[in-house]
C-alpha cells in the first residue's frame, strides 16, 4: 500500500513560475525524501528532510514538512524546462530503516 | 564514476522462461533493493538487502527471488515469469539502511513477458 499520495497528479505551469507539489502520508515518521524521475529512467533524490526540521532549501528547492498534519510540500521556483519530470515522495513506513514506501507521484511539466 | 548498472535494460521473453536481471553498485553500499514500477500503481519494493546474506521481503515479492552474496550484486531472479511480470523494474543502493540515507537508483529494466 502506499504511505505518501502526491496532490496534484499532473501539473502543468510555465517556464518561470513556481511549482508547488504535496505530500500526504499516513504513519509518523522519522524523515521524509523527494525523488525525481525523468520519463522511463531512474530515480534521483532531490532532499530528505528530518521529523524536527520544518523547512529546508536546496537550490531552487524548498521542502516544507507539517508532522501534525502528515504533510509535506516540494516546491520549485523559478522553474525550468528541465525540471519537467515526476517527483516522488518517499517515507519509512516503519521507521525500522529497511524500506521505503513511494507516492504516486505528481508529473510536472514546464512549458518553454 | 559511482553508479548502480543493471541488466539487460530491456528484455523481451516468454511466460515460464526463467531470467535473471543483474544489479551492481561500486559504492560499496550495505543496503540494496528492488522495485517495480507500474502505472497507477507507482513504485513498489519487492525485496531488499540490509547487508550480505540477510535479504527480506518488501511488498510484492511474489514470483521472485534475490540473493546478495557479495556486496556490490544483488541480482533479481524470475523463476518462471508471467504476463503480470511485466513492469519497469529498478535496482536502487544506500550506504546503510532507508532511514537517513539517499537511495541510488539505477537506470531501469523494462521487462515484457509474452
Known amino acids: 500500500s502506499q504511505q505518501g499520495e502526491e496532490d496534484p497528479q499532473a501539473l502543468s505551469i510555465q517556464e518561470g513560475e513556481n511549482a508547488t507539489m504535496n505530500c500526504s502520508y499516513k504513519?509518523?515518521?522519522?524523515?521524509l525524501q523527494w525523488y525525481r524521475q525523468n520519463s522511463g529512467r531512474g530515480l534521483v533524490h532531490l532532499i530528505l528532510?528530518?521529523?524536527?526540521?520544518r523547512e529546508k532549501h536546496s537550490g531552487r528547492l524548498r521542502v516544507t514538512l507539517d508532522t501534525s498534519k502528515k504533510s509535506s510540500s516540494l516546491l520549485i521556483t523559478a522553474s525550468r524546462a528541465a525540471d519537467t519530470a515526476s517527483y516522488f515522495c518517499?517515507?519509512?513506513?516503519?521507521?525500522?530503516?529497511?524500506?521505503?514506501?513511494f507516492g504516486g507521484g505528481t508529473r510536472l511539466m514546464v512549458k518553454p | 564514476e559511482a553508479q548502480v548498472t543493471q541488466n539487460p535494460r530491456y528484455l523481451i521473453t516468454v511466460t515460464g522462461k526463467k531470467l535473471t536481471v543483474t544489479c551492481s553498485q561500486n559504492m560499496n553500499h550495505e543496503y540494496m533493493s528492488w522495485y517495480r514500477q507500474d502505472p497507477g500503481l507507482g513504485l513498489r519494493q519487492i525485496y531488499y538487502?540490509?547487508?550480505?546474506?540477510?535479504?527480506d521481503k518488501g511488498d510484492v515479492p511474489e514470483g521472485y527471488k534475490v540473493s546478495r552474496k557479495e556486496k556490490r550484486n544483488f541480482p533479481l531472479i524470475l523463476e518462471s515469469p508471467s504476463p503480470n511480470q511485466t513492469s519497469l523494474y529498478f535496482c536502487?543502493?544506500?550506504?546503510?539502511?532507508?532511514?537517513?540515507?539517499?537511495?541510488?537508483f539505477g537506470p531501469g529494466t523494462r521487462l515484457t513477458v509474452t
Open positions: 538487502s540490509m547487508n550480505v546474506e540477510v535479504t
Open positions: 504513519t509518523s515518521i522519522n524523515n
Open positions: 528532510i528530518r521529523s524536527n526540521e
Open positions: 536502487a543502493s544506500s550506504l546503510g539502511g532507508t532511514g537517513y540515507n539517499e537511495q541510488y
Open positions: 518517499a517515507t519509512d513506513p516503519n521507521n525500522a530503516g529497511n524500506m521505503l514506501t
